[in-house]
Nanobody
Framework: QVQLVESGGGLVQAGGSLRLSCAAS????????INWYRQAPGKQRELVAV???????NYADSVKGRFTISRDNAKNTVYLQMNSLKPEDTAVYYC??????????????WGQGTLVTVSS
């Protein structure tokens, strides 16, 4: 089993910064990747950033140059550093992990989400 808890959301002015955290617990050794998604009201859920087991990263075009995904393996935590925030970044942000279960095979798990609101 793997569990995820997001934190770090809040209210920030346009141009400001926030750092989101995704803390993993349980069988963290089995995690293959962690994604950050976001979903704004009335819009489709969007993949924002990805970090793999090997440390490679990818970003949505809309956040390239502004957001950075990173990890601290000792703390079992993945971060999303969000700079130069825009009102259109307002959304609930979710982390998502893909992992291997001994009994059930490949699984995914989602955190509960954390709200980011960017004011103009």
């Amino acid at each position: 089993q793997v569990q995820l808890v997001e934190s770090g959301g809040g209210l920030v002015q346009a141009g400001g910064s926030l750092r989101l955290s995704c803390a993993a617990s349980g069988s963290t050794f089995s995690i293959n990747y962690i994604n950050w998604y976001r979903q704004a009201p009335g819009k489709q859920r969007e993949l924002v950033a990805v970090i793999s087991r090997g440390g490679s990263t990818n970003y949505a075009d809309s956040v390239k140059g502004r957001f950075t995904i990173s990890r601290d393996n000792a703390k079992n935590t993945v971060y999303l550093q969000m700079n130069s925030l825009k009102p259109e970044d307002t959304a609930v942000y979710y982390c998502n992990a893909g992992y291997d279960s001994d009994s059930l095979g490949r699984l995914e798990v989602w955190g509960q989400g954390t709200l980011v609101t960017v004011s103009s």
